[in-house]
């Protein structure tokens, strides 16, 4: 099970962390991702981290950003957002899978239930 946490209203300019706490497993083999979907429109890949070397990749639309990162002993990922816009509203999840590698998995096998994120003044 993975649980999202750490959402809310913050102001255009202001920052949020959110985390995505695991349960059940632990999160050492797995690739991490953050994804997220605003209303009327598709869901889109944020960032991720993978299992091997905690290589991480971005959206460009959040480069410079948004940070992720992961602390196994707390079984727990991170997304650090920075600067955040108007157009960053929307409801973000993680997802786990078990992705021996330095790259990132196209599909993923566990998601958690979101935690919404709100830009505006």
């Known amino acids: 099970q993975l649980v999202e946490s750490g959402g809310g209203l913050v102001q255009p300019g202001g920052s949020l962390r959110l985390s995505c706490a695991a349960s059940?497993?632990?999160?050492?083999?797995?690739?991490i991702g953050w994804f997220r979907q605003a209303p009327g429109k598709e869901r889109e890949g944020v960032a991720c981290?993978?299992?091997?070397?905690?290589?991480?990749y971005y959206a460009n639309s959040v480069v410079g950003r948004f940070t992720i990162s992961r602390d196994n002993a707390k079984n727990t990922v991170y997304l650090q957002m920075n600067s955040l816009k108007p157009e960053d509203t929307a409801l973000y999840y993680c997802?786990?899978?078990?992705?021996?590698?330095?790259?990132?998995?196209?599909?993923?096998?566990?998601w958690g239930q979101g935690t919404q994120v709100t830009v505006s003044s």
């Open positions: 997802a786990a899978d078990y992705f021996v590698s330095s790259r990132c998995p196209r599909e993923y096998t566990y």
């Open positions: 981290i993978s299992s091997d070397d905690g290589s991480t």
């Open positions: 059940g497993f632990t999160l050492d083999y797995y690739a």
